[in-house]
Nanobody, 115 residues
Framework: QVQLVESGGMLVQAGGSLRLSCAASRSISDANTMGWYRQSPGKQRDVVATITKSGYTIYSDSVKRRFTISRDNAKNKVYLQMSSLKPEDTAVYYC?????????WGQGTQVTVSS
């Protein structure tokens, strides 16, 4: 079992920046992929960004060149640096870990971007 705990979500003005953190109870070096997802009310949960064990990253088109995913294996943490935030980025952001084909989710952290 792996516990993932997100933090860093808050209310921010449009154009601002925010960094989310995801702390894992198990070494993220064991994870094939770590990722950030988000869900707005009434919408499905969508991928935001993922990072593989080797450091390969993938971003959704809506956040490319604005968000950056990174990992710190020594701290067992994954980060999502968000800049140029827009009101449409408002959502609950979830961390997901893929360990040996088992998926684990955090409880989510709320990001609200005011216009």
């Amino acid at each position: 079992q792996v516990q993932l705990v997100e933090s860093g979500g808050m209310l921010v003005q449009a154009g601002g920046s925010l960094r989310l953190s995801c702390a894992a109870s198990r070494s993220i070096s064991d994870a094939n992929t770590m990722g950030w997802y988000r869900q707005s009310p009434g919408k499905q949960r969508d991928v935001v960004a993922t990072i593989t064990k080797s450091g390969y990253t993938i971003y959704s088109d809506s956040v490319k060149r604005r968000f950056t995913i990174s990992r710190d294996n020594a701290k067992n943490k994954v980060y999502l640096q968000m800049s140029s935030l827009k009101p449409e980025d408002t959502a609950v952001y979830y961390c997901r870990g893929n360990y040996a084909s088992s998926l684990y989710w955090g409880q989510g952290t709320q990001v609200t971007v005011s216009s």
